[in-house]
């Protein structure tokens, strides 16, 4: 069975501490992984795709990479705005449904 | 650009009532359209997904229903809801199938 399974489940940092949120996957054949930011009562707001291993996205302090197996955020001095829920999805399969699993979240908070 | 909308962001319904939730997108054509729903403290659960007009899948056995009318319209429906129908639900429209997702802002759902 696809899973996604993202972890820590909450994190504390406080600003200016580098950090690494992860995001593992078991699926029968990856065709992209999502990174999301989702704020309190917001709908999710996409930050990257990554399709295949060794590939490395950055925006801002943000740094997705993806292995065969895993994925990590990682968040380079982090700042208060920089607090939200993070979420991981995956695409697998075959077909044209783009259908996404999504993992549980990983919630971020930043202390000034 | 494209944009999604959402509506209505918040709705308090007694059990047993109907339920019409609407979504549109703009500045696209032909978009995949999905309904997710997320319950406190848990992922994204996929509900339906849509890749044309008159074309729904449903991912979950429920007293849900969904309908596309138009390219870039999308309903989700109830006519008997439950308590358990409450949520966070959640439209979003993507490209293809391994495109990224682009969510609205979601509706809080209590059903009392």
């Known amino acids: 069975e696809d899973q996604v399974t993202q972890s820590p489940e909450a994190l504390r940092l406080q600003e200016g501490e580098s950090s690494s949120l992860n995001c593992s996957y078991t699926v029968s054949g990856l065709r992209g992984l999502f990174w999301y930011r989702q704020d309190p009562g917001k709908g999710p707001e996409f930050l990257f795709t990554?399709?295949?291993a060794g590939e490395e996205k950055e925006k801002e302090r943000l740094k997705a990479t993806l292995t065969k197996k895993e994925s990590f955020l990682h968040i380079t001095a982090p700042k208060p705005e920089d607090s939200a829920t993070y979420l991981c999805?995956?695409?697998?399969?075959?077909?044209?449904?783009?259908?996404?699993?999504f993992g549980q979240g990983t919630t971020l908070q930043v202390k000034p | 650009s494209q944009t999604i909308h959402q509506w209505p962001a918040t709705l308090v319904q007694p059990v047993g009532s109907p339920l019409s939730l609407e979504c549109t997108v703009e500045g696209t054509s032909n978009p995949n359209l999905y309904w997710y729903r997320q319950a406190a403290g848990r992922g994204l659960q996929l509900l339906f997904y849509s890749v044309g007009i008159g074309q729904i899948s449903s991912e979950v056995p429920q007293n849900l229903s969904a309908s596309r009318p138009q390219d870039r319209q999308f309903i989700l429906s109830s006519k008997k809801l439950l308590l358990s129908d409450s949520g966070f639900y959640l439209c979003a429209w993507s490209v293809q199938y391994n495109s990224p997702l682009h969510f609205g802002n979601g509706t809080r759902l209590t059903v009392t």
């Open positions: 999805a995956v695409h697998s399969g075959s077909g044209n449904t783009g259908k996404l699993i």
């Open positions: 990554l399709y295949s």
